[in-house]
């Protein structure tokens, strides 16, 4: 059972280039969320969908981009890349709280870097 | 506001002690839940313990246990018998409403060291 399956873990960009994280569940979740992590910090929502063709902005949603067209898939696409999106990203999904408590599955994480 | 308050960046437990990690919370919303999250060294997220608004004990799992003060807004975590294997950071998140745990609002962690 892969779970939450995310790519790549790490990735350095140039600043103004763009690019895709993949992000990819097997359990049939409805929730599926995007978030940063910045050094010493909490997590920070960009984006999130709460099934598939719907999705909505989190607390950081500038210069990220987000589609749900599968229940299984919610990649997150950076348009222009700043140094100030250089943070670990993490996608996580979830049942709705009727099925169990709700909680969060993550990916395992993927570290940008922009210079 | 910030939704979720950890006060304590950082913590020290002699193995085999019990420890309290601190998390208050704000929301107006009478549904909500609070879960309580595990990252080790090694990046990782791992979810520990969950909270219902409307549950009426306080949550356990295990060497994990909730201790819910709904009136005071706070649901801390204890640990008992601390390992070294606990030493991480511990994140306090709350979804507001009803639906999955998508929304979540995260604190900003406390590191927790278990000392031999």
Not at chain 1, 30 to 37: G, K, V
Not at chain 1, 43 to 70: F, K, M, W
Not at chain 2, 11 to 31: H, I
Request: glycine share 12%; charged share 15%.
């Amino acid at each position: 059972n892969a779970g939450v399956t995310q790519t790549p873990k790490f990735q350095v960009l140039k600043t103004g280039q763009s690019m895709t994280l993949q992000c990819a569940q097997d359990m049939n979740h409805e929730y599926m969320s995007w978030y940063r992590q910045d050094p010493g910090m909490g997590l920070r929502l960009i984006h999130y969908s709460v099934g598939a063709g719907i999705t909505d902005q989190g607390e950081v949603p500038n210069g990220y981009n987000v589609s749900r067209s599968t229940t299984e898939d919610f990649p997150l696409r950076l348009l222009s890349a700043a140094p100030s999106q250089t943070s670990v990203y993490f996608c996580a999904s979830s049942y709705s709280q009727g099925v169990g408590t709700g909680e969060l599955f993550f990916g395992e994480g993927s570290r940008l870097t922009v210079l | 506001a910030q939704k979720i308050t950890q006060t304590q960046p950082g913590m020290f437990v002699q193995e085999k002690e019990a420890v309290t990690l601190d998390c208050t919370y704000d929301t107006s919303d009478p549904s909500y839940g609070l879960f309580w999250y595990k990252q080790p060294s090694s990046g990782e997220m791992i979810f520990l313990i969950y909270q219902g608004s409307y549950d009426q004990q306080n949550a356990t799992e295990g060497r994990y246990s909730l201790n819910f003060q709904k009136a005071r807004k706070s649901a801390n975590l204890v640990i008992s018998a601390s390992q070294l294997g606990d030493s991480a950071m511990y994140f306090c998140a709350m979804r507001e409403g009803g639906g999955g745990a998508g929304k979540s609002t995260f604190g900003d962690g406390t590191t927790l060291t278990v000392k031999p």
